[in-house]
């Protein structure tokens, strides 16, 4: 039985290089053909989308637009908020130092 897990483990490795040498020769067969080719069409695909999301983006009639713009705005107004938290934080800190150095004994 010691001797079939001994003889077993040895069949994952090299399964391995065996794969990854197979995926190396396909990967460069199929990038000197037809994937040039693929690869230019997904670079124009991809032009062509870039163009299409940003006029969506852009569109405040568009679901995609409006919801970019109401994220903005709650953006602002959420920094708005803690903007003033901070500041009134900042104070209430300022206040307390002054009544502690107010209240200590001079040495």
């Known amino acids: 039985m010691a001797d079939d897990d001994t003889d077993s483990s040895g069949g994952f490795g ?37 163009g299409s999301a940003r006029k969506a983006a852009s569109d405040p009639e568009n679901p995609l637009g409006r919801a970019i713009n109401d994220g903005i705005s709650a953006a602002r107004r959420r920094r708005v908020e803690l903007e003033r938290a901070a500041r009134s934080l900042r104070q209430e800190g300022s206040e307390a130092a002054e009544t502690i150095r107010e209240g200590a004994p001079d040495a």
Do not use: C, D, M, N
Request: aromatic share 6%; no cysteine; hydrophobic share 50%.
């Open 14 to 50: 090299w399964g391995l290089i065996v794969g990854l040498a197979l995926g190396l020769v396909a990967g460069a067969f199929l990038a000197s053909g037809p994937g040039r080719e693929q690869v230019e069409t997904l670079r124009a695909r991809t032009i062509e989308l870039t």
